[in-house]
Every structure is written in structure tokens, then in C-alpha cells.
């Protein structure tokens, strides 16, 4: 059964940095992307960063690009947020996500929740300015 848990997250002033983890349970080999989402209150659920497991390619919102990265370990187990440049619209629950396959509609650009089916509980980050 895939288990996501996060942890990492927390509180820190603008300008700051913080690195979230999601380590990986029983995720089956085919399996090919993982991703971070936010959360903030009142907004929907929106992609942050993906990468594909097997070669190693990342892709990232717009509005992430050049702060943060993603990045997992050699053994697939662990999936790592780098964020730095935190700014006060960063503050959101941030969740970890697989999918069996890298999304096309990722590749393009574009990390949609429902192309995820498996989900951690999140880890709160909060900026403050």
C-alpha cells in the first residue's frame, strides 16, 4: 500500500528557506512521477513542482521557478522541496503526491491534482513578512 508522509515544514520569515521531504511507502516500481501541491485557505489545490522518477526531470509552476526544487533520492525513497526566497503567498499546506505515470498535461505545463492518485496529509509552511 503507497504511504506519502511529509515533514519540513514550518515557520520562517521572508527571504528565508526551508526543504520539505516526502518519504515514499510501498510504491510500486512502474510508478513514474511524484509532485508537490499548496494549499493555502479559501484557494484550490494548485501543482508546485513534479518530477519524473525515471529520468530525473523536473518541471515547476511559474510562479516557483528559480526558488524552489525538486529533487528525490537515488533509492526512490524520499522526495525533496527545496524553497528558498520564501515570500508570504508561499504560506500554504504543502502536500506530496505520486501518479503511476508522468501526465502529459505535466509536460505540458500544467500539474493538475487529479492526475495524482495517491496523497500525504501535508506539511503547514508558514511566511511571514
Known amino acids: 500500500q503507497v504511504q506519502l508522509v511529509e515533514s519540513g515544514g514550518g515557520s520562517v520569515q521572508a527571504g528565508g528557506s526551508l526543504r520539505l521531504s516526502c518519504l515514499v511507502f510501498?510504491?510500486?516500481?512502474?510508478?513514474?512521477?511524484m509532485a508537490w501541491f499548496r494549499q493555502a485557505p479559501g484557494k484550490e489545490r494548485e501543482g508546485v513542482a513534479a518530477?519524473?522518477?525515471?529520468?530525473?526531470?523536473?518541471y515547476y509552476a511559474d510562479s516557483v521557478k528559480g526558488r524552489f526544487t525538486i529533487s528525490q533520492d537515488n533509492a526512490r525513497n524520499t522526495v525533496y522541496l527545496q524553497m528558498n526566497s520564501l515570500k508570504p503567498e508561499d504560506t500554504a499546506m504543502y502536500y506530496c503526491?505520486?501518479?503511476?505515470?508522468?501526465?502529459?498535461?505535466?509536460?505540458?505545463?500544467?500539474?493538475?491534482?487529479?492526475?495524482?492518485?495517491?496523497w500525504g496529509q501535508g506539511t503547514q509552511v508558514t511566511v511571514s513578512s
Open positions: 503526491a505520486a501518479a503511476p505515470f508522468l501526465p502529459a498535461s505535466v509536460v505540458a505545463g500544467i500539474l493538475a491534482p487529479a492526475d495524482f492518485r495517491k
Open positions: 510501498g510504491l510500486p516500481y512502474t510508478w513514474n512521477c
Open positions: 518530477i519524473a522518477i525515471g529520468s530525473g526531470r523536473t
